[in-house]
């Protein structure tokens, strides 16, 4: 229960987002627009079960996969990017960016989860 709040709290930064719910956004486009009759809230009612599911399959499937490309661009461009000239100096420090890469990873990928760009 524990890590169900705490990721909860943790990817809900970019809940509100624009284009954090693919699937959402794509179940708004096929139904039709609310109005206040009978029928229009009666069909939101009846889909309460279908988009429960898909707000939580976009917080927690969807959006983290639509993020790490961002992310390894991100960590890529910390990590790997050449600030030296010198040969030595980046064949040095070669097997410390691979041992680092992952950790960076995984907090830029965190981080473009959230929309904290």
């Not at 708004?28 to 889909?47: F, I, W, Y």
Request: net charge negative.
């Amino acid at each position: 229960m524990r890590v169900l709040l705490i990721s909860l709290l943790l990817f809900s930064c970019g809940v509100l987002e624009e284009g954090h719910h693919p699937t959402l956004t794509l179940l708004d486009k096929r139904l039709p627009e609310a109005n206040s009759s009978v029928g229009s809230v009666a069909l939101g009612v009846a889909l309460i079960p279908i988009t429960v599911p898909a707000g939580v399959a976009d917080t927690f499937i969807a959006n983290p996969i639509l993020q790490a490309p961002d992310g390894w661009d991100t960590a890529k461009k910390i990590v790997w990017e050449d600030s030296s000239d010198s040969a030595f100096y980046q064949a040095a420090i070669f097997l410390p960016k691979v041992a680092i890469t992952p950790i960076v990873f995984i907090g830029t990928w965190a981080l473009h989860i959230m929309r904290v760009d």
